[in-house]
Each structure stands twice: as C-alpha cells, then as structure tokens.
C-alpha cells in the first residue's frame, strides 16, 4: 500500500526556485513527524528537512537557509519550498515518517529534481 506520493518535480536552473509536494494516508501519518529525504549518489537517503504536527521543522545544514517546509493536516499534504537551487540538489525526493523518530514505512515513487548549471 502507498502511504506517501511526491509530486512537483521538475528542471530548473541554478539559482532557481521549486515547490515540491507530499500527499499521505491523513488517518496514519497525522500525528507523525514527517521528513522530505533524498537519494544521496551512492544511493542510501538523506534526511533533509523534518516537520512536526504543529507544523514545527528543522533542516539539515545542507539546505539550511534555502528551503521551507510545512504541512497542512486537512489536505494530507506537505510542501516543500527549495530555493536557491544548486546543481548538488538534483536528486529524487521523498517523504516518509522521520526515521529518527519512529520507523519509516514503504517509500513512494520519489520526485526527481534535476538543476542544471
């Protein structure tokens, strides 16, 4: 069963801006802290951004700075706002429970971001 599905992907240049999206199972993962994630190179994720039910977050040094996240519990949906985009952004995105919190669930399809220079 898919929990999570990223949507809002896309090719953009260096230095633009994108808005990624999440839908998830509103009746399983409302209370969960929910984190966006990328496949690092080597393949394993990384967890880039995290936030909470009440719509508190915190972000990894890499993104810091360039992106915002936030979460609307009506709609089922998490965003993610990523600006000033480098080419080391490029990667496919996904969304899941915060791993450091409780364990993860099956990963959805991803979203590929692609920044070209």
């Known amino acids: 069963q898919v929990h999570f599905v990223e949507s809002g992907g896309g090719s953009v240049q260096a230095g633009e801006s994108l808005e990624i999206s999440c839908t998830f199972s509103?009746?399983?993962?409302?209370?969960?802290?929910l984190a966006w994630y990328r496949r690092l190179p080597a393949g394993q994720r990384e967890l880039v951004a995290a936030?909470?039910?009440?719509?508190?977050?915190n972000y990894a040094e890499s993104v810091k700075g360039r992106s915002t996240i936030a979460r609307d519990n009506a709609k089922n949906t998490m965003y993610r706002v990523m600006r000033r985009l480098i080419p080391e952004d490029s990667s496919i995105y996904y969304c899941?429970?915060?791993?450091?919190?409780?364990?993860?669930?099956?990963w959805g399809p991803g979203t590929q971001v692609t920044v070209s220079s």
């Open positions: 509103g009746s399983l993962f409302s209370d969960s802290v």
């Open positions: 936030v909470n039910p009440t719509n508190s977050v």
């Open positions: 899941n429970r915060d791993w450091r919190v409780k364990e993860i669930v099956a």
